[in-house]
């Protein structure tokens, strides 16, 4: 067991079709390169030429590995070995791979892949390396799977040893290190990559020679050796000497509450911060040396030294894309959105000791990875030649990039700091400076991060990068006020314990009392009523720039809380509120709080972030539901926990150790327009401490309750897990670079019948295999981790997907869940019962024992691995009833009913099993002997919607099986009065056929006791005393069984709509009571329209024919009720129109949204297109999704999407990210503004695209169900709105002709064409003049009309041109299980009636489609026989068929010759019409055509469905003058079958030449 990276498809199984990734920037330049053939043995497919210097993968469209080959020779040490890449395709993820092995190619068994590679292998995949195909660098070199044709790429082993990239002759640095002295260059040809060119061959890398610049190591060491041990040691620049006390006239408060001018109120602070330096509180230089001062002498070796006291601005020469303006303070990228690289700006001259630097961003754009970059480089601007970045230049340079530090291009510092610049903000401020003891520090919004390098040399030159994202910076200067003030507030927090605290205000300065807003806030915010009341004016114009805090810190349990006065309905998002410890009068607010990158804790929707991370995903109340009125608080309790309040309710600690002098922060984000203050609020007590553990509770749950357990997580546990939340919570650090070494145990031993509950709460779609979960004897002190907990092999019991474990091996499969499959929200459970035997739980329910004969004390073990990244205990952890009888209350993800309406009790019929007692005025049912004999039926037939449920009272364990239930059409009342049962009442359910009966039997569904369907719902044989079960026919045709009051989801389609409520009291159910009511009857007028009247049912089609069948499964209904989009949604979605718009406000992504009601089978749901934004490519993207949409969180594109997932996007269908098919309907891409499009249910569960009203066929097949509709408005498209069907597209009567094709012609992919603008007048098969030909051919034949199919479904034509502009693939598969065959090309097909009392007329859409050749003389015949063989039925009827013709009668050339009685002929049918329609097969005759007089020759074939399973393929028997299809194996092109009944005629083929 393995956990697969799905990354660059290198470990994660095989690359799926699918789109590109995201772009992103790039390197270039020249380097050396390499060559060298390649070594004869390969993989499977690949082809060598070119003397062995070219490779080449076969088959790229249908396989994606099996691309490996090798050097020739080993490697030389400093020579790169490249190729170039000649040859891409875009079918599949993933790329060329590249490394080195150790293994001689010439006994080497190679592999699928090269991370397949073993035994000393080292391969750069994407951007990760992999040493024996496990990860042991992330983020490294340029990404390979963005590399395009032409692109070079090559390896070097240095003679240190070392693996070094090399990309376009760029040396990507060091990629591993210890290679052995002989190791052989590897080239994968994997995925979109398939043909390279390896390279003449030149020297690699070589260390960088001696510059005339001054060594990053200073010749002398500095004066001040305490400083230099102090920088060297990490420390930070501010620091406060314990021995020393602070001075008494430090200000305590930065609000101007002493009439002091803010000029004023600056100088006092700025003398404060002076004498607490002279009193040597601080060992940092607030103001610049003199000139010359700190510059060593080092200087002077590269450019005389400047002494200007000019204030830093940017150099005029700066890169090829960078503007300069604002008397060079300010640089800007040029041409942002095509161009991410060349812009490098450097200072004006060098900097000084103690000097800052520092920048402020003005601008970024949301299109590239990566972003602005800082740092210093000895070179000077006038003679330096700027490089397309920074960190291409190999000499004199220190970079901070992301949140690590680079020296010459090559890494340094991994994590230097817990901020990224690539996570930056507009607004925020980025400064370095080089202190007199040569420490190079960096500081972020004012904070200084600490050493990034201790040695620096004397004489370096600011440098900026503004790379990817970054556009726009601009030099903050310190002699400015309002700068200076932010400064000296950073250096005050610096000051403070813990990095950013204000010391409590002493008794001699007493703060205000009453919480008040401060003055200082948003932009866009505005504060009223004496400081009371914040608003944003405008609200309805700005959703953010609303950010306004206390005025004041908060005390120690100091509840602050605001009510909600008004709310504007554009926007999407709410209120946010939370604590911060910057002080208000000198922080420089951003647009909205959770951009703040420090001291901030905020609570959004209903999560909780920390510094602009989540820290809590599912939290408490979602924020962004609350309405005008509500009230939001927060408070820091004594302990140092952040509790948050809605509506005076307490959602549980949300943060531990938050320090104390925090400031409360009212964001009025979005939807939240204006809030007040609430005085006299009174905190709720802490919960009471634990008994054991730590009391320190989680708000894991949906409640948020303190939960009564003291089970925690144990402090011990494997590497890469980490316990938080007081021990409630464990967490996969590294996720997407670690999948295992992640496992957690409790911290006691399980009670018998005690629960341990987990709750998963964040998962990752990069790795295979999920959480695995079990109990050990181990105790934890004695437990030495392993990377799995399957690999422990004594003591331990796990469940691993399916399978139950013991010791590591496997003694169960198929268990009752699969743990791979559960999604974040899913809860798990473990319990030890009193007889030792092992039960899981998923989400409350009872999954049954798993194991026995566990010994007394076992420890509850979690396995956080592969896509399971972190897990909390949830409050219904505790002691459980040991009888295990299942729970009788729906759990927190069932969907309880309500109390049934008022109304009349339900009753059990009279006519019940002749074993039954009905008691208690028939609401009770008794099994008094046996075990079958149990039937019961309600007492009147079931209205639309009404649920029939009823309560298990007593069970008798000697019995296996379960309660059966369902519906029937019988009527109870036919099989005579009494409990002895009527005639011919059977003794079971499954045997009750009179008349048409659905029911559900453990978790099987059945039809007149015929399987339909396995693994439906819960089983019920797991029903125990009190367990409710109910039965409901929907107004969809659909029956519903309901466990508990939690619906399991449509059982069965097309139920009839006079039915009774029907159960088997069989097995162990012994009684059972009625526990609903009937629905008292709504006034006429009142009631909801039913679709239900649109589809009809079984009986009635069986009764009207095939024809009003199809037309019956193809009508379409409306939606009864309002549908709307979810509040979850993307985040660049704006909701408007009462939820039925959905805008895409920024970006070209993002813009996920979902219909709030679950599609329902033959209800229409169509989006209309508003406006489209021509700037992009790439448009909508509309499909369902199977898993509950409320709390997912959705990716950047629907596309991104891996689980339970279908798509249409362009013309393409995919499924989990993987594409499925191509070519399916019109180009999704191109629709214009005003499009309508639709999505629908069949009743069998396939899914139906509807363009301007007329249905494109099903696009996916037997989708789950309940799905949703999704619409990801991607790229041009930015603006849908919820449409109701017009009325003709209701009643499936499209004024085209494609919203009367037929089912099966959807089935088949045969779909006319769709015009975006309003719909033809006449069909485009009117004006094609083959069809026209092959038309007056078929009339020629003077065949009755009865036999062929009414226009417009009459016929259709296969020509070039008609074909391409329908857009039809060549082949198609059909059937059960699927088999492929061709379409009919070049042939005009003629659709025949079916006889809807054939049996096979209702099975074709399961059988095999085939094609018959034929001539002429024989096509009466064998319409009348009806197939292709002896028959007994004619196609249009059920009577004998015509005489036979006379003995001796055959049909030259006729492929089926009459059948005879006693021995029936054999068929010659194909998959393809190239064989079967050959002229050996199908005879040519001449005609003249009517019109033209012109003489033609024609073909007639038939096109037939066959039953799997009656033929035998084989190979052609046939001479053929021209090759067979090559598309199918010559060993299958030909199908014989002798069976009578085996074939069903679909439609005559005509071929004109």
Not at 333 to 350: K, S
Not at 759 to 769: A, E, F, L, T
Request: hydrophobic share 35%.
């Amino acid at each position: 067991m393995a956990a697969g990276s799905g990354g660059s498809g290198g470990s994660g199984g095989g690359p799926g079709p699918g789109p590109g990734g995201g772009g992103g920037p790039g390197g270039s330049g020249a380097g050396p390169g390499s060559g060298g053939e390649l070594h004869p043995r390969t993989g499977r497919l690949v082809s060598l030429s070119a003397c062995g210097r070219t490779a080449r993968r076969q088959q790229p469209g249908q396989e994606f590995n099996h691309g490996l080959v090798l050097s020739r020779e080993p490697l030389r040490d400093g020579r790169v070995f490249t190729v170039r890449i000649d040859r891409k395709v875009n079918s599949w993820s993933g790329s060329i791979e590249i490394g080195v092995t150790a293994l001689d190619p010439s006994v080497l068994d190679f592999p699928s892949s090269a991370t397949g590679l073993k035994g000393g292998s080292w391969v750069v995949s994407g951007c990760s390396v992999l040493r024996d195909g496990r990860s042991v660098l992330e983020e490294y070199g340029q990404d390979l799977d963005q590399l395009g044709e032409g692109d070079r790429v090559g390896v070097e082993r240095t003679v240190a040893g070392e693996l070094r990239l090399w990309v376009n002759g760029r040396d990507c640095g060091v990629a591993a290190t210890g290679l052995p002295a002989r190791v052989w260059a590897v080239v994968d040809l994997y995925g979109k990559c398939t043909q390279i060119t390896v390279l003449p061959p030149e020297p690699g890398f070589s260390p960088p020679a001696p510059i005339p610049t001054p060594p990053l190591e200073p010749s002398a060491p500095p004066e001040d050796s305490t400083l230099t041990e102090q920088a060297t040691s990490g420390d930070e620049a501010f620091m406060v000497s314990p021995a020393q006390p602070r001075p008494e006239t430090f200000p305590n408060s930065l609000e101007s509450h002493n009439d002091f001018a803010s000029m004023e109120l600056s100088e006092v602070v700025g003398n404060a911060i002076l004498s607490a330096y002279n009193g040597g509180l601080l060992n940092v230089n607030l103001s610049s040396p003199p000139a010359g001062e700190g510059l060593g002498s080092g200087g002077a070796a590269t450019s005389p030294i400047l002494t200007s006291n000019d204030a830093l601005l940017f150099h005029e020469k700066c890169g090829t894309l960078i503007k300069l303006s604002n008397n060079n303070k300010t640089a800007e990228r040029r041409r942002p959105l095509d161009e991410f690289n060349n812009g490098v700006v450097m200072t004006n001259r060098p900097l000084r000791d103690n000097e800052m630097f520092e920048i402020r961003i003005d601008k970024l754009v949301d299109k590239w990875s990566g972003s602005i970059e800082i740092g210093v480089t000895t070179h000077n601007p006038n003679n330096l030649e700027y490089p397309a970045t920074m960190t291409n230049l190999q000499s004199g340079t220190i970079m901070m990039s992301g949140c690590g530090i680079l020296t010459n291009g090559k890494g340094t510092r991994r994590e230097y700091c817990e901020f990224s610049l690539d996570e930056l903000q507009e607004g925020d401020h980025i400064g370095l400076t080089r202190k007199s003891n040569s420490a190079l520090h960096f500081f972020i919004n004012g904070i200084d991060q600490g050493v990034a390098t201790p040695l620096t040399p004397p004489v370096v030159y600011g440098v900026v990068d503004l790379y990817g994202m970054a556009v726009k910076v601009t030099i903050v200067h310190n002699n400015n006020h309002s700068d200076r003030l932010r400064r000296n507030n950073a250096i005050l927090r610096a000051l403070s314990p813990e990095g950013a605290l204000r010391r409590a205000t002493p008794a001699t300065q007493a703060e205000p009392e009453r919480l008040l807003f401060h003055p200082n806030c948003g932009q866009k915010a505005a504060i009223t009523h004496e400081g009371r009341t914040a608003l944003r004016p405008h609200a309805t114009d700005d959703f953010n720039h609303g950010v306004v805090l206390s005025s004041r810190a908060l005390r120690d349990g100091e509840v602050f809380q605001v009510r909600i006065d008004k709310m504007v309905d554009k926007w999407a998002g709410s209120i946010e509120i939370g604590v911060t410890t910057h002080n208000p009068a000198y922080l420089q607010l951003p647009s909205t709080m959770t951009n703040l990158r420090s001291g901030t804790w905020m609570m959004t929707g209903n999560g909780v972030m920390h510094n602009g991370t989540t820290i809590l995903d599912e939290y408490g109340h979602n924020l962004d539901r609350l309405k005008a009125g509500d009230t939001v608080g927060v408070v820091r309790r004594e302990d140092g926990t952040l509790h948050f309040f809605v509506n005076g309710m307490t959602q549980g600690p949300a943060a531990w150790n938050v320090p104390p002098g925090v400031y409360a922060v009212v964001d009025l984000y979005g939807q939240a327009a204006q809030a007040t203050i609430v005085d006299d609020v009174e905190v709720p007590p802490a919960p009471e401490p634990l008994s054991e553990g730590n009391n320190q509770v989680s708000p894991s749950s949906p409640s948020s309750g303190a939960g009564g357990s003291d089970l925690r997580f144990h402090q011990l546990h494997g590497s890469n897990a980490v316990i938080t939340n007081g021990g409630r919570t464990a967490l996969r650090h590294n996720c997407r670079s670690e999948f295992n070494d992640a496992i957690v145990i409790s911290n006691r031993a399980l009670r018998d019948g005690e629960l341990f509950e987990i709750v998963i709460q964040k998962m990752v779609d990069r790795w295979s295999g999920s959480i695995e979960a079990g109990v050990t004897a181990i105790r934890p002190e004695d437990l030495e981790f392993p990377n799995t907990m399957t690999d422990i092999d004594y003591d331990t019991w796990m469940l691993s997907g399916t399978a139950i474990m013991q010791d590591g091996n496997t003694m169960r499969n198929n268990y009752g869940c699969d743990l791979d499959a559960l999604g974040t929200g899913a809860r798990i459970g473990m319990m030890r019962t009193a007889k030792g035997d092992l039960h899981y739980f998923i989400n409350g329910q009872d999954q049954g024992a798993a194991c026995s004969g566990l010994p007394p004390e076992v420890y509850a073990v979690v396995d956080l691995y592969g896509q399971c990244v972190q897990v909390s205990i949830t409050n219904a952890t505790g002691p459980m009833d040991n009888s295990l009888a299942t729970s009788n209350t729906a759990t927190e993800k069932s969907f309880p009913l309500h109390s049934p309406a008022a109304g009349v009790a339900h009753r059990f019929h009279s006519t019940c099993g002749k074993n039954v007692a009905l008691e208690e005025d028939g609401t009770r049912a008794v099994r008094a002997v046996g075990y079958a004999h149990g039937l019961v039926f309600s007492t009147k037939e079931l209205k639309t919607e009404e649920v029939f449920e009823v309560k298990v009272e007593e069970l008798d364990e000697k019995w296996a099986g379960s309660l059966r239930l369902g519906l029937t059409t019988l009527a109870p009342g036919e099989m005579g009065p009494g409990a002895g049962g009527g005639p011919g009442l059977p003794p079971s359910l499954p045997e009750l056929r009179t008349k048409t009966t659905w029911m559900v039997s453990s978790c099987e569904v059945r039809r007149d006791g015929q399987l339909q369907r396995m693994n439906y719902g819960r089983s019920l044989e797991r029903l125990g005393v009190g367990s409710r079960v109910g039965i409901r026919r929907g107004a969809d045709d659909t029956m519903h069984i309901l466990v508990d009051g939690e619906d399991m989801g449509p059982a069965a389609t097309g139920i009839a709509k006079n039915v009774w409520a029907v159960l088997d009291l069989y097995g162990p159910v012994r009684s059972v009571s009625v526990v609903s009511s009937t629905r008292l009857e709504e006034p006429e007028g009142t009631q909801p329209p039913s679709p239900s009247s649109d589809t009809g049912s079984e009986a009635e089609e069986d009764d009207d024919g095939e024809e009003h069948s199809l037309r019956g499964q193809s009508q379409v209904a409306m939606m009864s009720t309002s549908l709307e989009f979810l509040e979850n949604h993307g985040k660049n979605i704006l909701l408007s129109n009462g939820n039925r718009t959905a805008t895409r406000v920024a970006s070209y992504n993002q813009g996920i949204v979902v219909i709030n009601q679950p599609l329902v089978p033959q209800l229409l749901v169509q989006v209309r297109i508003d406006f489209l934004n021509r700037q992009w490519t790439s448009s909508l993207v509309l499909g369902v999704i199977t898993c509950p949409p409320e709390r997912l969180n959705f990716p950047a594109s629907a596309c991104a999407l891996k689980r339970a997932a279908w798509l249409l996007r362009g013309r393409g269908i995919f499924h989990n990210g993987l594409k499925i098919c191509e070519k399916f309907g019109p180009n999704l891409d191109t629709c214009p503004e005003g499009t309508i499009l639709g999505l629908r249910l069949d009743s069998s569960g396939g899914l139906h695209l509807h363009v301007n009203g007329m249905d494109q066929g099903v696009a996916v097949s037997d989708v789950p169900q309940p799905c949703h509709a999704l619409v990801d408005l991607y790229g041009q498209c930015e603006q849908v709105t919820i449409v109701s069907p017009e009325p003709g597209a209701a009643s499936g009567k499209s004024a085209g002709t494609q919203g009367d094709m037929e089912k099966a012609d959807m089935v088949d992919g045969i779909k006319e064409s769709v015009c975006w603008g309003p719909l033809p007048a006449a069909s485009p098969l009117k004006s094609c003049e083959y069809h026209a030909l092959c038309s007056r051919f078929q009339e020629l034949l003077l065949l009755p009309e009865d036999y062929f199919m009414p226009p417009p479904k009459r016929s259709l034509c296969y020509c070039e041109s008609c074909r391409k502009l329908r857009g039809d693939e060549a082949h198609r598969r059909r059937g059960e299980p699927p088999r492929e065959y061709a379409l009919p090309f070049g042939w005009c097909r003629f659709n025949l009636r079916v006889n809807p009392r054939l049996e096979a007329g209702t099975m074709t859409k399961k059988w095999h489609m085939a094609y018959h050749g034929s001539n002429v003389a024989a096509i009466r015949r064998v319409l009348d026989r009806g197939e292709l063989g002896a028959g007994t039925a004619s196609i249009l009827s059920c009577r004998p068929l015509k005489g036979k013709p006379g003995v001796g009668f055959e049909e030259p050339g006729e492929n089926c010759a009459p059948p005879r009685e006693e021995q029936p002929p054999s068929v010659l049918l194909s998959p393809s019409l190239q064989y079967a329609g050959a002229e050996t097969l199908a005879s040519k005759v001449q005609f003249r055509d009517p019109k033209s007089q012109r003489t033609h020759q024609a073909q007639v074939a038939f096109q037939v469905c066959v039953r799997p399973g009656s033929y035998t393929p084989g190979p052609p028997s046939a001479t053929l003058r021209e090759p067979p299809d090559p598309h199918f194996s010559p060993a299958e092109l030909e199908w014989i079958t002798k069976e009578k009944g085996a074939t069903l005629l679909y439609a005559l083929l005509v071929r004109v030449e």
